[in-house]
């Protein structure tokens, strides 16, 4: 299904959207994407480093993965790394990674470092053929509490208010651990320039601190917004493994601290034309991954949305669970998970605690985490009989973050300018 339909349209009427709730939102490629490529920061002198990332992994206590592109193809590039203070340096050989995409060539490059001692302050940096580049802070997860910074769906028109949301909140949680995205980081997932404009807009954040992605429905759009696999994001995300033939890094769990994260993938509707079966996949790997868990706490993290809303001036479409919710909530309450997370539509919504469809204490608690780029839908939505608190309207881009102890998780969102809207604590 295509429309013939811009940005400005979109933004300024609300029931755009459903095309998007119906499969998928196509625009044609505006200029200001463009206009990233001209602001990208060239990192540190003489070494060829661009986007430069650290990625989650399934043990982030001892291990990190770290990403960068180069304008040129390198010569025996590596990372080089210390305890931070030190001296004694440490090298791993970095991989060519490389890949083409939206017709560019992309010089990638990859390296793992696994011996890392946990709880510890190290330092890294690019080097090769005798150049290094500047010192990068990588701090390993411990055993204690922490914090970290989530952010909803971040496509935007030109994501200048997604980098100024993700600047800010980073300078205002300075102790953050690590960053999530919700999924549709990108409006369109085939367009390098949208990429390395989002890059762009998490610079100075996503060297330091270990990034958790998900995938979105975004993610899969060509540059004809035609579904296709998501390749880009794919590539420049090497998440951890898992175990599956059919769809490595489409999802995948990871320790940190006392939680177990549980990252899911709601795209099988944009899939299974050329690989079917996701969602039963899913199904069977998220049991065998939660039980395996011996993490006190357990957290969900999904894409799509697990209510379905009724929609102003569209009486037909009724309020209810979606095929997510119908497909996953009856397992996260079997399986114990103590929060579920979701984004997609574009509005923070805590639903409170819900077991069996219903509102009940003893059920997971769902958040709904809202928008953090300029993709917004105003006046669109009527409340949902299970919504607790809901976002101040008309909606503004927000972020969340998390807090976890011993004894207790808290959520708080925050708007733009840092007012807290909403704060929710889980005990055990």
């Given at each position: ?61 001892h291990s990190r ?83 970290c910074l989530i ?272 704060k929710v604590t889980?005990?055990?």
């Amino acid at each position: 299904m295509k429309q013939n339909m811009n940005r400005r349209t979109f933004i300024m009427g609300g029931l755009g959207a459903l095309t998007m709730l119906a499969g998928g939102m196509y625009f044609a490629k505006g200029s200001l994407y463009r206009k990233a490529t001209n602001s990208v920061r060239r990192l540190t002198g003489e070494v060829d480093e661009q986007f430069l990332r650290q990625l989650i992994t399934a043990d982030p206590a001892h291990s990190r993965t770290i990403m960068w592109q180069a304008e040129n193809v390198l010569e025996n590039p590596v990372i080089e790394y210390r305890r931070k203070g030190q001296e004694d340096l440490k090298g791993t050989s970095a991989q060519e990674d490389f890949f083409t995409d939206d017709g560019v060539k992309n010089n990638q490059y990859r390296a793992e470092l696994k011996d890392l001692e946990a709880d510890t302050d190290y330092e890294y940096r690019v080097a090769g053929s005798g150049a290094a580049g500047e010192w990068h802070s990588l701090r390993t997860a411990g055993k204690g509490a922490f914090e970290c910074l989530i952010f909803p769906d971040s496509q935007s028109s030109d994501y200048s208010d997604w980098e100024q949301l993700a600047q800010s909140a980073a300078q205002r949680h300075p102790e953050a651990a690590f960053f999530i995205n919700m999924g549709d980081i990108v409006d369109n997932g085939e367009d390098h320039t949208q990429w390395q404009a989002w890059f762009h807009g998490v610079n100075g954040l996503i060297d330091c601190r270990p990034f958790v992605p998900l995938m979105g429905n975004h993610e899969t759009y060509d540059q004809n917004w035609q579904v296709r696999l998501p390749e880009a994001y794919l590539k420049y995300f090497a998440v951890p493994e898992n175990g599956s033939r059919d769809f490595s890094r489409y999802y995948y769990s990871f320790d940190y601290g006392e939680v177990h994260f549980i990252v899911l993938n709601s795209q099988w509707d944009e899939t299974e034309a050329f690989k079917p079966g996701l969602m039963a996949e899913q199904l069977e790997w998220l049991r065998k991954d939660a039980e395996g868990s011996s993490k006190k706490w357990k957290i969900a993290l999904i894409h799509k949305d697990v209510l379905q809303y009724r929609i102003h001036n569209r009486p037909e479409r009724q309020e209810g669970i979606s095929e997510v919710g119908e497909a996953f909530m009856p397992l996260f309450e079997e399986l114990g998970i103590d929060l579920v997370f979701t984004a997609h539509l574009h509005t923070y919504r805590n639903r409170g605690h819900i077991k069996n469809f219903r509102r009940d204490s003893q059920g997971p608690l769902y958040i709904l985490t809202g928008v953090a780029g300029n993709v917004r839908y105003p006046g669109l939505w009527i409340d949902h009989e299970l919504d607790e608190v809901v976002a101040p309207q008309p909606e503004t881009d927000n972020y969340l973050t998390m807090q976890v102890t011993n004894k207790e998780i808290t959520v708080r969102c925050f708007l733009p300018d840092g007012q807290e809207i909403d704060k929710v604590t889980l005990t055990k």
